[in-house]
């Protein structure tokens, strides 16, 4: 799976980045019983948190590339976690928290952005269940976060 993984972010002109190290007193990754639960991950720009609320300073466009950025990072902390990905049986699901104004009533547009990427990376193994929530707020500013739980196989 990794092969074709790496064969697909290479036609989308996408790269994994660097599995980002915890901000605050959590890990990035924990196992229990079969499943990996992901941590929500921020969106990276060239280094730096793409920041802003959605229904303000941020467009509809901004905020689906933001969530897809966070889906690479989760599949970035995924491979870091796991070492590989062919472990990788199932995406189940995203939680998408998109930073945005009262009445901007989007968030299931902005978080296509990271389920479209699931499916496009995982195949059917990447169709997910998935909420998609407006927040106030969301750390260090960002526009969007997104956390996951993933269906792993034993060990290969």
Request: hydrophobic fraction near 50%.
């Amino acid at each position: 799976m990794t092969d074709r993984i790496d064969r697909a972010l290479a036609e989308l002109g996408l790269a994994l980045p660097q599995a980002a190290a915890p901000v605050a007193a959590y890990v990035p990754v924990v196992a229990a019983g079969g499943f990996l639960h992901v941590s929500g991950q921020l969106p990276f720009k060239d280094g730096a948190v793409v920041t802003g609320r959605l229904g303000d300073d941020v467009s509809l466009e901004q905020g689906q590339d933001a969530a897809q950025r966070c889906a690479l990072m989760l599949v970035a902390q995924l491979k870091a976690h796991l070492g590989t990905l062919e472990q990788v049986t199932r995406i189940v699901k995203l939680g998408v928290f998109v930073n945005s104004t009262a009445d901007f009533t989007d968030q299931p547009k902005v978080a296509n952005g990271a389920s479209e990427l699931m499916v496009k990376l995982f195949g059917d193994a990447g169709r997910h269940a998935r909420s998609a929530v407006g927040v106030a707020a969301l750390p260090l500013g960002a526009a969007v976060e997104v956390d996951a739980i993933v269906e792993v196989a034993a060990s290969l």
